[in-house]
T-cell receptor, first 112, second 113 residues
Framework: EAGVAQSPRYKIIEKRQSVAFWCNPISGHATLYWYQQILGQGPKLLIQFQNNGVVDDSQLPKDRFSAERLKGVDSTLKIQPAKLEDSAVYLC??????????FGPGTRLLVL | SQKIEQNSEALNIQEGKTATLTCNYTNYSPAYLQWYRQDPGRGPVFLLLIRENEKEKRKERLKVTFDTTLKQSLFHITASQPADSATYLCALPLSGGYQKVTFGIGTKLQVIP
């Protein structure tokens, strides 16, 4: 089966600009997560979707981050405006039946 | 608060030896624990899951133990190879969280030929 797809793979922006990341999950996986991984740390959950509904967004900085999963399939994560500390890898993961999460390759963001 | 601890220092071992990585946790009573592997520039890949009623789980050269009394999991790679070099993350389900897990910071393993 095809894995989790993410794009773009790399993005460089100036601070205060906006940026969007896209995730295409494994077909049939109802649960989708967005994680932020700062260099040298483990992935930190930003938001969890179950189909097209938000299950948990308690760790999402809502003043600048937003995410949606229209039709319960693809998802986008947006940052507006970006700050220097947003430089990180943004990982999308999906989960079907069972506890295993399947991760995409991530988008590496550098904010200058 | 719930906390996961993995040795943040890199672990260097000689090829052919057994690598042992540690995951300690506090203020948790997890129903299971997972181990993932992460290579540079890639997302984590699931390796093994062990449940609270299991003492040990094996998969090829990998072995995981889970001691709920010590609140610790050990991850072993026997007959290690340079291709095993990567960062290994442990993950535990969050209390009250629907399917959510929290990840440790990971331990970087370097297998020296």
């Amino acid at each position: 089966e095809a894995g989790v797809a993410q794009s773009p793979r790399y993005k460089i922006i100036e601070k205060r600009q906006s940026v969007a990341f896209w995730c295409n999950p494994i077909s049939g996986h109802a649960t989708l997560y967005w994680y932020q991984q700062i260099l040298g740390q483990g992935p930190k959950l930003l938001i969890q979707f179950q189909n097209n509904g938000v299950v948990d967004d308690s760790q999402l900085p809502k003043d600048r981050f937003s995410a949606e999963r229209l039709k319960g399939v693809d998802s986008t994560l947006k940052i507006q405006p970006a700050k220097l500390e947003d430089s990180a890898v943004y990982l999308c993961a999906t989960q079907g039946v069972g506890e295993t999460q399947y991760f995409g390759p991530g988008t590496r963001l550098l904010v200058l | 608060s719930q906390k996961i601890e993995q040795n943040s220092e890199a672990l260097n071992i000689q090829e052919g030896k057994t690598a042992t990585l540690t995951c300690n946790y506090t203020n948790y009573s997890p129903a299971y624990l997972q181990w993932y592997r992460q290579d540079p520039g890639r997302g984590p890949v699931f390796l093994l899951l062990i449940r609270e009623n299991e003492k040990e789980k094996r998969k090829e050269r990998l072995k995981v133990t889970f001691d709920t009394t010590l609140k610790q999991s050990l991850f072993h790679i026997t007959a290690s190879q340079p291709a095993d070099s990567a960062t290994y993350l442990c993950a535990l389900p969050l209390s009250g969280g629907y399917q959510k897990v929290t990840f440790g910071i990971g331990t970087k393993l370097q297998v020296i030929p």
